[in-house]
């Protein structure tokens, strides 16, 4: 019988149920991952088991769809399990990465000095699927769990086909802290000239958000410039319904890797160069004092 299994290395049998629950879930969630994107898996069902003294064994039998691409389970199990154990090691950065080498039919996956003959289209598939970020958060998320058990002394990961192959991976505590990690935030500010149509303002001289629509999209931030507050004071600037600002808009994101894409934070309006007047009354404004 075909199964993957994790195994916590510790000195008892002990594991606190909120900890192993989220190392099993989080790990089911990478296998389901790889799979779907495979179209091979279905569902994960898993059993505890106890080994020897100084270990914790959670072992997880795969339910593969019959659609599947490959022509056997092992070589499904071969994939989800040599594509987590690439993710790990980028994690941790080391020079024993997997080694591969593509001939025309098949390939040979080198791990830890096993060698597997797979078909080249399972290498060519890894390719496609290896930096897919919901993969690298759940596998952050078990060795966060891992890392909260401090007797835990290593983190053990295998598949065995249930026949001749089995591949194995000891992660040893001293990794844990690379693993589970985040990533670094990536930021940046963008900056520019825009009209902003006001749905909101407040006629004080405040850090009160004044409301907006930018291009369809409902934005709001304080203006704090002392310039334009004058000209409100000396009736320069009167607001209608439908008026728009015309403005320097400073805008801090930060990169999702979930969606590959930037995603705004914050709303700065840096300068105002004028007040257009719109005689639409289609536009509702609240003035607030």
């Not at 909120?18 to 279905?42: F, M, P, T």
Request: charged content about 30%; hydrophobic content about 40%; some cysteine.
């Amino acid at each position: 019988m075909e199964y993957y299994d994790i195994k916590i290395n510790k000195d008892d049998h002990d594991v606190r149920s909120d900890i192993l629950s989220e190392i099993i879930n989080n790990y089911v969630d990478s296998l389901k991952a790889i799979g779907y994107r495979v179209n091979a898996l279905e569902s994960v069902d898993y059993y505890v088991v106890a080994y020897e003294q100084g270990s914790f064994v959670v072992r997880l039998k795969a339910v593969y769809g019959k659609t599947n691409k490959f022509a056997s389970d092992n070589v499904i199990g071969i994939i989800l399990f040599g594509v987590l154990v690439n993710f790990i090691y980028d994690f941790i950065k080391t020079e024993k990465s997997p080694q591969i080498i593509i001939n025309t039919h098949e390939a040979i996956i080198e791990i830890e000095g096993q060698k597997i003959i797979v078909p080249r289209k399972v290498v060519e598939l890894h390719e496609k699927i290896k930096d897919v970020p919901s993969i690298k958060k759940s596998l952050k998320l078990v060795f966060k769990g891992v890392q909260q058990d401090d007797k835990a002394r290593s983190l053990g990961l295998s598949y065995n086909d249930g026949n001749n192959i089995k591949l194995t991976l000891d992660i040893p505590s001293s990794e844990f802290d690379k693993l589970a990690k985040d990533d670094e935030i990536i930021k940046r500010q963008v900056v520019n000239d825009v009209d902003l149509i006001i749905t909101r303002a407040i006629l004080e001289r405040s850090r009160r958000r004044w409301e907006f629509n930018l291009n369809g999209k409902r934005i709001s931030c304080p203006i704090v410039l002392d310039d334009f507050y004058k000209k409100f004071e000396s009736h320069l600037y009167e607001i209608a319904p439908g008026d728009k600002l015309r403005v320097r808009l400073l805008v801090d994101q930060s990169f999702d890797s979930e969606i590959n894409s930037w995603v705004d934070d914050e709303y700065h309006i840096n300068d105002v160069f004028d007040l257009i007047k719109n005689n639409r009354t289609s536009v509702g404004i609240q003035q607030t004092l």
